[in-house]
């Protein structure tokens, strides 16, 4: 089985990023790293060809600067190959024009049986690319899934809900988006690191794709971020002196809440 | 400037800190607190490929050098001295004699587990009475020729990872007869288990409570006679050579210490507030917080420098033990200087650097006292001392 994997590259969480006022929009001339919402991703495909007893795994990624150091962490894992899509007119790319140009690199590897994604970003955190890309690739959308099987040409999945999870099925193809932490990512052995450095990468512009810059970046964006506010500070607490009737006040007070 | 590692070197850095982070800071503590070897963390460090890094891959092994195993230690060993040496030994001392000077058949069989880490080596070489004063060896081995076999007599002090529950081998030294009146000592290959071998019970150590210590004994225990590792009457040279690179590795481990060290008071002295303000306001904590950086810099440069040095095939003995002298030395002085910032909370057993000072005095001992590494860059400048 084949399957492909979109992956996001971003500036590493562990160091402070910074806006551009400008464009606020984040920082990333920074090397970047795989983002840790789609090793779910990648764990679970790699598991599935395994499952499938064999099959690549592609991995699809855009990225500003020809950024690979993300996607050769992937590799590590055991990923085959990837897709690079890098190219200045890229840059301010809203989620459509991202879709736009993640669909354009998946039809180009042959025989793609599922289609895997995030359920968002960590960085940019829309969480709308899964459904665009399914609907411009013209395939069923299956979102938040907890656990996947395949058998006989479907897809079998567990769709996460807030009181369980619901049980989908579709055809194959499809595009499937993966919950974090659903699975546990393998850390890449010193042989799958050694092994990444020779897989091929495959480094494409939108020119490559037959896509028109006016279609993405600053140009082709729909969406516009007009500011970026601080988080407003959490409001502090309520505190009860216990004079006998603590307990009544705690029940009182989550009663309040409707948690109880 | 600082030493650019490879790509892949700093991707394997981001690994091992990922992996020491999620699988044993959490857990570090308990191991010590409860003298717990983890053995499943082990194997798990196996998995990704630690305890082989050096060694060619048609062993198992990473086919890389001691530039990148001294990456993993270093990074190992910001979060848990235990787990750090653990590695370094499985590697220098356990599988590198075996690689070193191992004929093929003996490679073939021990080393793909060693590098795999599903099982550990050890290094037998101080005895009670011969530490720094190896060539004072007293364990006997001589050789029956008619069964084919050595049989060993004596006794091994403070052996890590000797008695884990996946220790394959303990290489030791021992006499093997003599020669122009002085004692020939060599080196033999005991497998765990053998009759005659005994694992006596785990020391009570001052710190590496999650590594495994102990001592060994040895009552006509009964070896193949191709168990003899390298030439007759060389191991005296062969542990040398081999000290040579773990001290590179050992002071790869303090490096880690200090880094710790640096990277815990750097936030504590800015949180802990003293007098209404941060004790880092305080040019006495803050100044300390400085040297450690100075330390960390220092110990960075003559580790990798000596790395480099022995991966790029040219002499290092010298810059081994300066690296090895200094680094250690650093790593007990961060740690009492980390301690001192962290005030009561750096005495009390739970807090990082508590465990990172109690940890590292032996730093200055194990693979050569600080006075050994002294006499050998002694030694190094021509001078005549004995
Ligand atoms: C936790 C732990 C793990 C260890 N793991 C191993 C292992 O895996 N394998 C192994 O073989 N050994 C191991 N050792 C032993 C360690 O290498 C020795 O303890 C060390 O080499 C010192 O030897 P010693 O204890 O006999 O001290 P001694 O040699 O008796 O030294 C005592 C003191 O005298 C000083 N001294 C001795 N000779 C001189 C001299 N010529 N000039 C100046 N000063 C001198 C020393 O520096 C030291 O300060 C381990 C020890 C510990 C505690």
Request: charged share 25%; net charge negative.
């Amino acid at each position: 089985m084949n399957i492909v994997v979109c992956v996001k590259q971003i500036p590493d969480p562990a160091e402070p990023g910074s806006l551009d006022p400008g464009t606020k929009t984040l920082k990333r001339a920074t090397k970047l790293i795989l983002d840790e919402s789609d090793s779910y991703g990648v764990e679970m495909a790699l598991q599935l060809a395994d499952a499938a007893g064999g099959g690549e795994v592609t991995l699809v990624s855009m990225a500003p600067n020809n950024e690979v150091s993300g996607l050769r962490t992937a590799l590590a894992m055991g990923a085959a190959k990837a897709i690079l899509i890098s190219d200045p007119a890229l840059a301010g790319s809203d989620a459509l024009g991202t879709a736009k140009v993640l669909a354009a690199a998946i039809k180009r590897v042959e025989g793609a049986d599922l289609i895997l994604t995030a359920t968002e970003s960590s960085d940019g955190y829309t969480g709308t690319v899964p459904e665009q890309l399914a609907e411009l690739l013209d395939l069923p959308s299956v979102t938040f899934a907890k656990h996947i099987e395949v058998s006989d040409g479907v897809v079998k999945v567990q769709r996460q809900t807030e009181a369980g999870y619901d049980d989908v099925e579709c055809p194959l193809p499809a595009v499937v988006s993966v919950t974090a932490g659903v699975v546990e990512p393998r850390y890449p052995s010193f042989k799958g690191i050694m092994a990444a450095k020779s897989k091929p990468v495959d480094q494409l512009t939108i020119a490559d794709l037959g896509i028109d810059p006016s279609q993405v970046g600053w140009a082709g964006a729909g969406q516009e971020i007009v500011s970026v506010e601080q988080a407003p500070a959490r409001e502090s607490g309520e505190i009860f002196e216990d004079d006998g009737t603590g307990a009544e006040k705690i029940v009182a007070f989550l009663e309040n809440l409707k948690v109880i | 400037m600082e030493f650019e590692l490879t790509d892949e070197q700093e991707a394997l850095r981001k690994v091992v800190r990922d992996f020491a982070q999620a699988e044993i800071a959490p857990y570090a503590e308990a191991w010590d607190r409860d003298h717990i070897f983890p053995v499943d963390t082990v194997r798990k460090m196996g998995e990704l490929g630690l305890f082989g890094l050096p060694f060619p891959e048609e062993y198992g092994g990473g086919g890389a050098g001691l530039t990148t195993l001294c990456v993993a230690i270093e990074e190992l060993a910001r979060v848990d001295q235990s787990m750090a040496i653990t590695v370094e030994a499985g590697v220098g001392l356990g599988a590198n004699p075996i690689y070193t000077f191992g004929r093929e058949d003996q490679r073939q069989r021990w080393l793909p587990d060693l590098c795999a880490g599903r099982a550990l080596g050890a290094f037998g070489l101080t005895e009670p009475d011969a530490g720094s004063d190896a060539g004072a060896t007293r364990t006997r081995a001589e050789l029956d020729t008619s069964a084919g076999e050595w049989i060993i007599n004596g006794e091994k002090a403070f052996i890590t990872n000797s008695g884990t529950p996946i220790t394959s081998i303990v290489t030791i030294t021992a006499v093997t007869g003599t020669s122009g009146g002085r004692p020939e000592i060599s080196a033999i290959v005991v497998p765990a288990g053998t009759p005659g071998f005994e694992v006596q019970p785990p020391y009570r150590k001052m710190g590496w409570h999650a590594s495994d210590t102990h001592g060994l004994t040895f009552t006509d225990c009964r070896v193949p006679a191709d168990h003899l590792l390298g030439e007759q009457g060389r191991g005296f040279a062969q542990f040398l050579a081999i000290l040579d690179e773990g001290r590179i590795a050992i002071a790869a481990l303090a490096l880690g210490v200090i880094e710790c060290c640096l990277a815990e008071c750097q936030r504590y002295a800015k949180e802990r507030i003293a007098f209404g303000r941060a004790i880092g306001t305080n040019q006495a904590v803050a100044f300390k917080v400085a040297d450690l950086a100075v330390m960390a810099a220092c110990a960075r440069s003559l580790v990798y420098q000596a790395a480099r040095l022995r991966d790029a095939g040219r002499p290092f003995k010298k810059e081994a033990a300066m690296a090895k002298l200094y680094a250690t030395e650093a790593a007990v002085t961060a740690t009492r200087e980390a301690t001192q910032i962290f005030g009561g909370y750096g005495f009390i057993d739970e807090t990082l650097v508590a465990r990172q000072y109690r940890d590292s005095k032996i730093l200055e001992i194990g693979e050569g006292t600080s006075e050994i590494q002294r006499l050998v860059i002694s030694r190094e400048l021509g001078l005549p001392v004995t």
